[in-house]
């Protein structure tokens, strides 16, 4: 199984878009999963954007999006839920 997955946080916004560019360029990729949770959702959306319409110049697309929130416990011990998301771009035919 390829590593075709890019987890969003909080390193510059460029780096993201880069990887997401390199995994169909030169890793040659058919998908790449763009995945994060909570605040860095809209982050994750936008890295998805800005590569298929601004760097892979209408190549690639969006395949699939998949939303989901997951429970942990906090550090205070509390239950809490965030908000998850899978955009999942591929090469277009």
């Not at 390829?2 to 169909?24: A, C, E, R, S, W």
């Not at 360029?25 to 605040?39: C, L, Y």
């Not at 939303?67 to 771009?89: A, H, M, P, Q, W």
């Amino acid at each position: 199984m390829p590593d075709n997955n890019i987890f969003i946080g909080g390193k510059p916004f460029m780096n993201y878009v880069t990887g997401v560019v390199m995994q169909f360029t030169t890793k040659n990729a058919d998908e790449v999963i763009v995945k994060a949770r909570g605040k860095f959702i809209s982050r994750a959306v936008d890295v998805a954007e800005v590569a298929a319409k601004r760097f892979l110049d209408g190549a690639v697309g969006v395949k699939d999006i998949k939303i989901d929130s997951e429970g942990f416990k906090n550090d205070e011990g509390r239950d809490v839920r965030v908000s998850t998301i899978e955009i999942t771009l591929g090469k277009n035919q």
